[in-house]
């Protein structure tokens, strides 16, 4: 079983940055496709980013392209999102979730694919 948890969100003015960890522990994390996804309220999930098991490729929502970035360091079984210029429609509840099937390339937008997720952090980006 993989437990994986979410942290770094917070309030933040439009424009603002922040970075959003997912520290995962059981399993085999550095065999993981990672994912980041979001849900607004009153929103189904978003995807968001995703990174192959190696951290060699990766995958945006055309949404957050050229603002998230999506990195992992598998020494520290962590993955990261560095999300800039924030927007107010980035509001959201921001979940980490990892695919169990191994070395899996990015580029995997559904959350069916996922096998395991976080509890999640809200991001609030005020105007």
């Known amino acids: 079983q993989v437990q994986l948890v979410e942290s770094g969100g917070g309030l933040v003015q439009a424009g603002g940055s922040l970075r959003l960890s997912c520290a995962a522990s059981g399993g085999t994390f550095r065999t993981y496709a990672m994912g980041w996804f979001r849900q607004a309220p009153g929103k189904e999930h978003e995807f968001v980013a995703d990174?192959?098991?190696?951290?060699?490729?990766?995958y945006y929502a055309d949404s957050v392209k050229g603002r998230f970035t999506i990195s992992r360091d598998n020494a520290k079984n962590t993955v990261y999102l560095q999300m800039n210029s924030l927007k107010p429609e980035d509001t959201a509840v921001y979940y980490c979730a990892a695919d169990y099937r191994p070395w899996r390339a990015a580029g995997v937008a559904g959350e069916n694919e996922y096998d395991f997720w976080g509890q999640g952090t809200q991001v609030t980006v005020s105007s």
């Open positions: 990174i192959s098991w190696s951290g060699g490729t990766t």
